[in-house]
């Protein structure tokens, strides 16, 4: 039962996999910027406890070279620390500073909106900082007017911290995710760094506030409202990620809780025939990942410590260099190295499933390898280590998309019974 559900995950991923690949292989599309009129900009930055942060973001943002008119718009939503008195000692910039109590980053962003004077409005985190040509970037694809959200592309800031070196491999995953649904127009979530047109928010009542992940929901509004949401690579910025596995844990639950409120809200896009690349292919694989969690998890953990008993504890074995070897195989890429060895001697035979693992792993490491070139900057040491002990991450990542899910399911039948009392 066990390796049928995997069998089942697995053929799926391959698919998956195939198709992204074959997405990221397909040339972009040219562009002319000789024509590009850069327009004035205001730029949006919401801030909670951000004193350590905020003085790289906005020199970042004074360094951005950009010819036109640009505001920037600090909301302070309601800080405990120095952020506001840090902001005010970065010299050589305009700084119109909003402090808010505590709304929450997008209704915060909503009140800097209504004291924006320009059209094109960029969002910046304030963990964030900008490459030099990144507004510059950002701006192109609004040369088409039917365009209200541009993406950009973000890089995760890798410190000594090792945590943060997963966290880069899986940012240039994410940005090859987004690059491969830009090529169908199913672009759908604009984080951290991104571009909106004014209009089209006002038209929507702003950036939506009811939901974790408001930078997926205002996504899915403007697809709804006519316009397109798409994604520039060029557009390059960098974000501070958590560096502990409690704010690691609680940043994941918060997106995987945000997202299902997200696709539970625009719900009646699944399989429209209007939006058929968001309804039909970006929001089944969001939900895909539930499922996904749900079974890979806990039939991973059955599997592991079923193996761990049965060669080891039944024979009274609790540890050895022989337990620490098969824990190293599990949790690294040594094991399918090994496993690929022991089938090209004959010590093991090559069956359905073990050959469905070694076509999921070529695909899933190719898809990683491809993002890491196109995504993930110099080559390092910790980007070796990330990818050879990935799976324990891996498996990290999905337990804190099941405790968002239940969670979530929790609230909403705590709710459902209030309601109903």
């Not at 069998?7 to 198709?19: E, K, P, Q, V």
């Not at 209504?114 to 490459?131: F, N």
Request: charged fraction near 15%.
């Amino acid at each position: 039962m066990i390796q049928t559900i995997q069998s089942c995950l697995m053929l799926f991923l391959c698919g998956l996999y195939t198709a992204l690949l074959i997405l990221l292989m397909i040339p972009r599309r040219g562009r002319e910027k000789s024509s590009t009129v850069y327009p004035p900009l205001s730029i949006l930055i919401p801030a909670y406890n951000e004193a350590k942060n905020i003085r790289e973001t906005l020199e970042s943002l004074q360094a951005a070279s950009y010819p036109a008119p640009r505001e920037i718009i600090l909301v302070d939503d309601g800080s405990q620390d120095r952020t506001v008195e840090v902001a005010k000692t970065v010299t050589g910039i305009s700084l119109q500073i909003i402090q808010t109590e505590r709304l929450g980053k997008a209704r915060a962003l909503n009140v800097a909106l209504q004291k924006a004077t320009h059209e094109i409005i960029i969002v910046l985190d304030a963990d964030t900082t900008l490459a030099p040509t990144a507004l510059l970037e950002i701006v192109v694809p609004f040369e088409n007017q039917k365009v209200a959200a541009v993406a950009a592309n973000v890089r995760a800031v890798v410190t000594k911290k090792i945590l943060t070196w997963f966290q880069e491999l899986e940012y240039a995953l994410f940005s090859a995710w987004r690059v491969a649904q830009n090529k169908i127009n199913a672009v759908c979530v604009v984080p951290q760094f991104c571009a909106l047109r004014k209009s089209a928010l006002e038209k929507i009542g702003g950036i939506p506030a009811d939901t974790a992940t408001e930078d997926f929901d205002v996504c899915f509004e403007l697809t709804r409202a006519g316009y397109q949401v798409v994604m520039e690579e060029k557009a390059l910025a960098f974000t501070k990620v958590p560096e502990t596995i409690s704010g690691l844990f609680r940043q994941r639950v918060r997106w995987a809780r945000g997202i299902l409120q997200v696709v539970s809200k625009h719900r009646v896009l699944f399989f429209s025939r209007r939006f058929f690349p968001l309804g039909a292919i970006a929001m089944p694989t969001l939900v895909y990942w539930y499922f996904h969690a749900a079974l890979y998890l806990p039939t991973t953990l059955y599997q592991i410590g079923h193996d761990y008993w049965f060669y080891f504890i039944h024979k009274d074995q609790w540890f050895s260099a022989e337990v620490l070897q098969f824990i190293f195989g599990w949790m690294t890429l040594y094991g399918v190295s090994r496993l690929a060895f022991q089938v090209g001697v004959g010590f093991l035979t090559m069956t359905p499933s073990v050959l469905l693992i070694f076509v999921v792993c070529s695909l899933s490491y190719g898809l990683t390898f491809v993002a890491l070139y196109r995504f993930g900057g110099k080559r390092s040491f910790s980007q070796a280590v990330a990818i050879f002990c990935f799976f324990p991450y891996c498996l990290f990542a999905l337990a804190a998309l099941c405790y968002g899910l239940f969670s979530e399911i929790r609230s909403r039948l705590k709710g459902f019974v209030v309601g109903t009392q």
